[in-house]
């Protein structure tokens, strides 16, 4: 495989950008960065997925938006393929995920064409899904491979895998003052508890996001208020925020438990009441 400068230059500074666009989660990039870096290099193992990630975290930590953002960065918008496993927790539901012989194509074979043969496939909260819908899981991590209802085969070669769990959520809030090597290794030993051992000797990494701090959700203020801004902006209407916008913001939307997701909706709320 030939890499250009400018293609080995841009994986080089991959961490940078995807630091750059989520907040608090160093450690965590940098790990994926690598696996990612080895994937676009082609320096992975052959019939199995570029990579495959088991990202664990309390929720509102931004495991999912990684995931949108390393995909849109080094694929384009709209690869990800998001299958949420609290659809699938019984065994009729594996018929929606890969159809029916009688027509019926599946969502993975749909999401898979919508993709273009290449993208990430992500299975949010992976502890829900039924045991049958885990089979299928190990199946494409082995062998990249999906034979739907229809009795086609998906190639799963050229993708990322990544599965997220909130397991261990709980020690990540009740951990304070611990090194985030021992936070890691006691949520690791969690989710092996509750998790097939299976899934964890086919992930290519598990990785363990913490807890955002108050600093980091403020620096996470900032960039949502500016994004909100600039699509209001986009859409004709003027709107140029004060410095104090962003102490308004943080007093309604920082919260300790659930993340950046109240700060989102607080942003949002509190600009366009304002305009």
């Known amino acids: ?69 390393f995909t849109e960065d080094l694929i384009g918008p709209g690869r990800v393929m998001r299958l949420d496993m609290s659809e699938y927790q019984t065994a009729d539901r594996l018929a929606l995920l890969l159809g029916t012989s009688e027509g019926e194509p599946g969502r993975i074979a749909q999401g898979f064409d919508a993709c273009t043969g290449r993208g990430t496939l992500l299975f949010d909260e992976i502890e829900k899904a039924h045991p049958r819908v885990l089979d299928v899981l190990l199946q494409l991590l082995d062998a990249a491979r999906l034979t739907t209802g229809r009795d086609r085969v998906l190639d ?3 993708w990322y895998v990544v599965l997220t769990s909130n397991i261990g959520a709980q ?20 989710a092996q508890r509750e998790l097939r051992p299976e ?27 500016a994004k909100e801004c600039g699509a209001l902006c986009a859409r004709g209407f003027a709107v140029s925020p004060e410095r104090a916008v962003a102490d308004v913001v943080i007093q309604r939307g920082y919260h300790e438990r659930l993340g950046a997701r109240p700060m989102r909706d607080a942003t949002e709320l509190l600009i366009r009441n304002a305009l």
């Open 1 to 69: 495989m030939r890499i250009t400068e400018a293609r080995r230059e841009n994986l080089r500074t991959l961490p940078m950008r995807l630091k750059a666009l989520l907040s608090g989660q160093e450690m965590a990039i940098d790990l994926i960065a690598e696996r990612l870096q080895h994937g676009e290099l082609g320096l992975t193992t052959p019939g199995r997925p570029k990579a495959s990630f088991m990202f664990l975290g309390p929720t509102g930590v931004g495991k999912t938006e990684l995931t949108l953002r």
């Open 156 to 158: 799963f070669s050229e």
């Open 171 to 190: 020690r990540i809030m009740t951990l304070r003052k611990s090194k985030y090597e021992t936070m890691e290794r006691l949520v690791r030993q969690d």
């Open 199 to 225: 899934i964890f000797a086919r992930i290519t990494v598990t990785v363990v996001f913490n807890k955002l701090d108050y600093d980091a959700q403020c620096e996470i203020a900032g960039g949502m208020i």
